[in-house]
C-alpha cells in the first residue's frame, strides 16, 4: 500500500542565523553544493567554477522576468494604514494582492495612496484581493513611481537601494514577477561571458513569480494541496533550440524551479512544444520529468512545494541528507543565499571520472 505524502515529511530543521538577509558582495561568489543522484554524493565548490562542471554544447535554460516594485502603502477612508503586495498583474489596471489591515476592507472600499490616487477593492479571490488601480497611467507604471522592491518575508529588514538591484537577474527583461527567480541571482555579466566562451549557450522562459510562491502550505496530504496561478511563456524558438540540444548529446539545464514548472508546464504526452497561458503545475515525489537533464536551483524553506519539487528530481531522502550537509557546512539559505547544482543522472553529473567527492549514505530516518 503507498503511504500518502506528508507535508511534514519535508521537515528539516534550520538555524535562523543561516537565512541569509543580505546579498553578497558579488553575485558569481556564493557556494555551490553539486548532488549526483545515482552516486548519492554530494561535493561543496563556488558557484564561479560552474564552466567547469558543463560542457561544450549544454544549454543552460534561464527566467528572464523582472520584478516589479510590488510593495505599495496607503490608508483607508477611515485613516487606517494599508500595505499592498500585489500577488500578479491581471490587467493594465487591475491586480490580486494581499493586504496588510487591521481590518479587511469591505467589497467596494477605496484605498488612497501616498499620491491620492485610488485603489478600488472588488472582492476577494481566496487569500488574495481582487484590486483595481484608478489611475490613468498603466499599474506597471504606478508601480514603478511608487512601489517598493518585496523582499520576501524571511529577509527581516526593509529594502534598499542595493535591493534594487540584487533583487533582479541580470539578464531580467521581462516584467510581471512580484519575486525573484533566485537561482538566476548567482550569474553576472563575467560569469555568463565565460559560459559563453566555453560553448555553453543559454535559452530564456518567462515565467511572472506570484506572491503566492511565499504562501504556506496548509493541507498536510501533499495531495491535497492546490497551487497558485502563475503565468509564463515557452517559446518556439526555445523549444526548437532544447530539441536540437538533445538532438547532439547536450544536456538542458534548468536555472531554477520557475525554469522547471515552464518547461513541464509546456510538456504534453511528454513532448516540449510552445506555450503561452497560467499553469498551476505542482510537482511533488512521483512525478515524471520530461524536459530537463540538470537543475540549478537555490535551498527552499522547509514543507514548501518548491523543496517538493527539488524532492521529485532527486529523491526526498537525498534532498534531505544534502540539506542536512548544506546546514553543517553552514551554506547560506533562501533568496540571497547559496545554489546547488543536481544531476539526476551519474552520466550526466561530470563527476564519474575519478573527481574527488563526498558520499554520505541516505538518512536512516527517511523512508521514502
Known sequence: MIVPLKKSDFHFDLPPELIAQAPLAERSSSRLLVLDVDRKSLLDRQFRELPDLLRAGDLLVFNDTRVLPARLFGR???????????ERVTG?????????????????????????????VLGRDGEFFRLRFEAAEPLEKLLLRLGRMPLPPYIDREADAVDGERYQTVFAREPG???????????????????AERGIESGHVTLHVG???????????VEDHVMH????????????RIHRTRARGGRVIAVG?????????????????????????FIFPGYRFTSIDGLLTNFHLPESTLLMLVSALAGRELILDAYRHAVEQRYRF??????????????????????SVKRRPPSASSNS
Open 257 to 281: 524551479t520557475t525554469v522547471v514548472r515552464a518547461l513541464e508546464s509546456a510538456s504534453r504526452n511528454g513532448v516540449l512544444e510552445p506555450f503561452a497561458g497560467e499553469t498551476q503545475i
Open 229 to 240: 496561478r502563475e503565468w509564463l511563456n515557452v517559446g518556439a524558438e526555445l523549444v526548437d
Open 211 to 221: 506572491a503566492g510562491t511565499f504562501q504556506p502550505m496548509r493541507a498536510e496530504r
Open 334 to 355: 533562501f533568496s540571497y543565499g547559496d545554489a546547488m547544482l543536481i544531476w539526476p543522472d551519474c552520466r550526466e553529473s561530470g563527476m564519474e571520472n575519478g573527481e
Open 92 to 120: 493594465r489596471h487591475e491586480a490580486t494582492a494581499q493586504l496588510g489591515v487591521s481590518k479587511k476592507p469591505k467589497e467596494g472600499s477605496a484605498i488612497e495612496l501616498a499620491d491620492g490616487s485610488l485603489v478600488r
Open 177 to 195: 514577477a512580484v519575486a525573484a527567480p533566485t537561482a538566476g541571482l548567482h550569474f553576472d555579466q563575467s560569469l555568463l561571458a565565460t559560459l
Open 76 to 86: 483607508k477612508s477611515s485613516g487606517g494604514a494599508v500595505e499592498i503586495l500585489i
